[in-house]
């Protein structure tokens, strides 16, 4: 089955950290870029992160910048999310989705083209 999916989501208080990562099955995720989406009740979606094929472009909301680093693991087909002093207003459902072409359009990160999405997993920062 080809898929896209998330885990590493939970509870966690005001300045805790959790690492979420995306797993591909059915595919390679080589191909594709990565990136992480979020999205909060009532609000739009925001691209928190995307990374290049290669692992030599990173894009960064700026919202997250400085507490959120994205990385990926070809070999084991995963791409992770490492978020760092995470905030009350970081709680949203956290996808991962693979694309074609990565942008910093308005301090947020875009995906063009996205083959996959995954499911989502829940983040939720309160004391």
């Known amino acids: 089955q080809v898929q896209l999916v998330e885990s590493g989501g939970g509870l966690v208080q005001p300045g805790g950290s959790l690492r979420l990562s995306c797993t591909a099955s059915?595919?390679?995720?080589?191909?594709?870029?990565i990136g992480w989406f979020r999205q909060a009740p009532g609000k739009e979606r925001e691209g928190v992160s995307c990374?290049?094929?290669?692992?030599?472009?990173?894009i960064y909301a700026d919202s997250v910048k400085g507490r959120f680093t994205i990385s990926r693991d070809n070999a084991k087909n995963t791409v992770y999310l490492q978020m760092n002093s995470l905030k009350p207003e970081d709680t949203a459902v956290y996808y991962c989705?693979?694309?074609?072409?990565?942008?910093?359009?308005?301090?947020?990160?875009?995906?063009?083209?996205?083959?996959?999405w995954g499911q989502g997993t829940q983040v939720t920062v309160s004391s």
């Open positions: 989705a693979a694309g074609g072409i990565m942008a910093n359009v308005q301090r947020t990160c875009v995906i063009e083209g996205v083959d996959y």
């Open positions: 990374i290049s094929r290669s692992d030599e472009r990173t």
């Open positions: 059915g595919f390679t995720l080589d191909y594709y870029v």
